[in-house]
């Protein structure tokens, strides 16, 4: 079992900026990617960014060139850093983690909610 906590969303006007973090522990060996979703209201969670365990990273369209994921292997932590956001940014933010077997098992945190007001 992976627990995962997150933290930095907050409120931030248009054009601005937050990082997210995302701390990973438990069972964090053989974790193959990890990643960002958010679910606005009424919507379907999607995919904002992932980084897999070799270093290749994923972005949905509408956040290329603006947001970018890392992570810190020795803290277990992995960031979204999210600049030039946009109203259409708000949503509840969601870290993933996730582990290829004999299926897939995914872990998720509670999520942190990210407003950004026009």
């Known amino acids: 079992q992976v627990q995962l906590v997150e933290s930095g969303g907050g409120l931030v006007q248009a054009g601005g900026s937050l990082r997210l973090s995302c701390a990973a522990s438990g069972s964090i060996g053989s974790i193959n990617v990890m990643g960002w979703y958010r679910q606005a209201p009424g919507k379907q969670r999607d995919l904002v960014a992932r980084?897999?365990?070799?270093?290749?990273?994923n972005y949905a369209d509408s956040v290329k060139g603006r947001f970018t994921i890392s992570r810190d292997n020795a803290k277990n932590t992995v960031y979204l850093q999210m600049n030039s956001l946009k109203p259409e940014d708000t949503a509840v933010y969601y870290c993933n983690a996730r582990k290829y077997g004999l299926g897939v098992l995914d872990s998720w945190g509670q999520g942190t909610q990210v407003t950004v007001s026009s």
């Open positions: 980084i897999f365990s070799g270093g290749i990273t």
